[in-house]
């Protein structure tokens, strides 16, 4: 994150890895499972480049919204600016916004 207050393009990257994650571990979604619903869909990927594509941050906006669909997402809660800049910047931010998002939807 840059001093100026802005965001950087690594805790956007940030920001979409933990989505990810977050969404696997709320519905037990290993990267096993989500290479095989993938597939399903037509996508091909093997388990070791989809933990590198995910750890890396670094996707399409297509492939997010493959994962999501494979996945069963059917809709996105996307934090609040104030939320990436503090909460969502550190090393359990996937764990955070899958409690954050796992309540919302009880709710």
Not at 25 to 33: A, F, K, T
Not at 39 to 65: D, Q, S, Y
Request: charged residues 25%; positive net charge; hydrophobic residues 45%.
């Amino acid at each position: 994150m840059e001093e100026d207050g802005q965001i950087d393009e690594a805790a956007w990257e940030r920001l979409v890895k933990n989505m990810l994650r977050a969404e696997m571990m709320l519905r037990g979604i290993s990267y096993e499972q989500l290479v095989a619903r993938l597939a399903a869909l037509g996508i091909t990927e093997n388990v070791p480049n989809l933990r590198n594509k995910v750890a890396r941050g670094r996707f399409t906006a297509p492939f997010f919204a493959q994962c999501m669909v494979a996945i069963g997402v059917d809709r996105l809660q996307f934090p609040t600016i104030d939320a990436i800049r503090t909460d969502l910047a550190g090393d359990h931010a996937a764990q955070a916004l899958a409690k954050r998002n796992g309540l919302k939807a009880r709710q």
